[in-house]
Nanobody, 124 residues
Framework: QEQLVESGGGLVQAGDSLRLSCAASGFAFGRYAMGWFRQTPGKEREFVATIDWSGGNTRYVDSVQGRFTISRDNAKNTVYLQMNLLKPEDTAVYYC?????????????????WGQGTQVTVST
């Protein structure tokens, strides 16, 4: 049974950092690309970052590039999102997702399994 569980969200001030974790189980984690998306009320789900199966290729939405870093530890079946210099605009529910294969993509339809999300709130 595939399962993705996000953790690490919280309440922070602008300029602070958070590290999100996504623990995977029930599938061969090292065979799949992984991604992070975020969503705020009334808005479409937004791509944030993705990483291929090996961690050799990563992609980011322009608004977080240089501030966020996606990484993975296949031995621990975990993908991370290190978020630095957080801004109020980063406030959202962050979702971890499993890609449909080895390669990474920014489109949400390239992912076939999603976690329940973790809330990140950045105050002004």
């Amino acid at each position: 049974q595939e399962q993705l569980v996000e953790s690490g969200g919280g309440l922070v001030q602008a300029g602070d950092s958070l590290r999100l974790s996504c623990a995977a189980s029930g599938f061969a984690f090292g065979r799949y690309a992984m991604g992070w998306f975020r969503q705020t009320p009334g808005k479409e789900r937004e791509f944030v970052a993705t990483i291929d199966w090996s961690g050799g290729n990563t992609r980011y939405v322009d608004s977080v590039q240089g501030r966020f870093t996606i990484s993975r530890d296949n031995a621990k079946n975990t993908v991370y999102l290190q978020m630095n210099l957080l801004k109020p605009e980063d406030t959202a529910v962050y979702y971890c997702a499993r890609g449909r294969g080895f390669l990474s993509y920014s489109e949400s339809n390239a992912y076939d399994y999603w976690g329940q999300g973790t809330q990140v709130t950045v105050s002004t």
